[in-house]
């Protein structure tokens, strides 16, 4: 079992790595485009507009998803190879 925090998470995400491992899984280009322009959306604050060049939009129904793409590439793909590199050393 693994138990991490994971600070300001939803602020740190890279965009081009979420883009490469959604393109790994999802053919179409439409929904990739889509996918993109969520994430190019920016916040507005105070009546400004500011870009966001990472992490996923605060708020957005489509958040949790994108985190859980994410983290399934970055950690749970991590932890399989560390695991089974540590089964292997032991045997």
Known sequence: MLDADIRDFFGQLDHAWLRRF????????????????????????DGQWTECDEGSPQGA????????VYLHYVLDLWADVVATTATRTVM
Not at 24 to 45: Q, Y
């Open 61 to 68: 129904s489509v958040s949790p998803l994108l985190a859980n």
């Open 22 to 45: 959604l393109r790994h899984r999802i053919a179409d280009e439409r929904v990739l485009r889509l996918i993109g322009k969520w994430l190019a959306a920016g916040v507005v604050e």
